[in-house]
DNA sequence: CTCAATCCGTACCGGATCGGTCCCATATGC
DNA sequence: GCATATGGGACCGATCCGGTACGGATTGAG
């Protein structure tokens, strides 16, 4: 299905969190916070600081925070963090060898449809998912933008 | 993870050839064509018809034509015909009540995700989608597009 | 009128993936 | 030393996916 797993939902949740205020917090504090499965945001945590979006300290006072402003993090990055390297479809690789290339006649457009959603999500940020939302700006099925403006 | 089902990967080989030939073909013989399973090209084709973006005709001479333009046929609604209503995770639909809506700080942004993904989706069209490939417009990392012009 | 081709609806199944849990090792501050 | 943290796995049940199958309805051809 064409759907966000729960680790990159949690994913979210969590750097929304780290991104709006800028000390570090720790697993068990988030969990409770948020009333989440502390084991699986623990094992988030731990694979967004082994794909260097996060940075953390070990020990007593210890916990996480963003490695890099929040505007230089992109959606791909913590899609492709949580849930391994991304593609639509399975023929969507490095030239990869479809069976029948000759005869299929979405060996091309396949590949620009899964360009475009990359695209789409390294060009959106941490920071714009994180500021459209705080600043009320929410694009409508037409495109047009709303802006409530910021408080 | 953030993939097409097979069913809508076929259903855009299926939707592809429907569009680029205006002729009808029959379930069987594109199934025949592309080598793809059988039942599944049907089922398929049967949920593409139930949606109306294909028309279906019964009997022997049978089979199915889109049912309007393919500039006008979106790739939500193929998505949404296949895999049932579109949605990102699961506290987005109409006005959803999520658990703790005043402490998660993702209620707002990750609606703004799904509404951003909903309606590129939206836009994005199957005559566009066959077109750019057969026009070799191939998008780039950064958005800039190279079109190696129609033959 | 009969038959084959074709669509229609729906049920079924094995395997992959997901959501979630748990454990033990390591590091650090008090 | 010990409580608090992260690090790196393995593990399991529920769900979903990819694929198959079957009986029924409709239509054109001979
Ligand atoms: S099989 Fe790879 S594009 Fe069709
Ligand atoms: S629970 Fe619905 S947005 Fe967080």
Redesign the pocket.
């Known amino acids: 299905?064409l759907r966000l797993?729960?680790?990159v939902d949690y994913g979210l949740i969590l750097l929304s969190r780290l991104a709006q205020r800028s000390e570090t917090a720790?697993?068990?504090?988030m969990a409770a916070k948020y009333d989440l499965?502390?084991?699986?945001i623990?094992?988030v945590?731990?694979a967004l600081?082994?794909a260097g979006i996060l940075v953390?300290?070990?020990?007593?006072?210890?916990?996480?925070e963003l490695a890099r402003p929040a505007g230089r993090i992109s959606l791909a990055e913590i899609v492709e963090a949580l849930?391994g390297p991304f593609s639509l479809v399975d023929c969507v690789g490095d030239e990869v060898i479809c069976r029948y290339t000759e005869v299929c006649p979405t060996h091309d457009p396949i590949r620009v449809v899964h360009q475009r959603f990359h695209d789409f999500m390294a060009k959106l940020t941490l920071a714009e998912i994180v500021g459209d939302a705080r600043f009320g700006t929410l694009q409508t099925a037409d495109g047009h933008e709303k802006a409530h403006l910021p408080g």
Chains 1, 2 share one sequence.
């Open positions: 299905m797993s729960k680790k720790s697993a068990r504090e499965p502390p084991s699986m623990a094992n945590l731990k600081t082994g953390s300290t070990r020990g007593a006072q210890g916990g996480y849930e």
